[in-house]
Nanobody, 114 residues
């Protein structure tokens, strides 16, 4: 059974940092392209970043490039998102997902506000 559990969100001031975790069960994260998505209130869900299987190549949306870092721990079967220099426009629910299927976790809320 596939399960994704995101955690690590919270309330942070602009310029602060958070590290999100996505623990996966039911498949190995290093055999799929794994992405972090976010959905802000009133907006569509968007892909923020992804990491490829095997080689671990990473790509970022322009809005987060240079501030966010995706990584993967194969032993823990977990994908991480380090978010630095957070901005109010980063406020959203963050989800992780592989590149196929439609299995989503519950997401984790990130709120950037002073």
């Amino acid at each position: 059974q596939v399960q994704l559990v995101e955690s690590g969100g919270g309330l942070v001031q602009p310029g602060g940092s958070l590290k999100l975790s996505c623990r996966v069960s039911g498949y190995n994260v290093n055999t799929f392209i794994m992405g972090w998505y976010r959905q802000a209130p009133g907006k569509e869900r968007e892909l923020v970043t992804y990491i490829t299987n095997f080689s671990g190549i990473t790509r970022y949306a322009d809005s987060v490039s240079g501030r966010f870092t995706i990584s993967r721990d194969d032993a823990e079967n977990t994908v991480y998102l380090q978010m630095d220099n957070l901005k109010p426009e980063d406020t959203a629910v963050y989800y992780c997902k592989r590149n196929i299927g439609n299995d989503w976790g519950q997401g984790t809320q990130v709120t950037v506000s002073s």
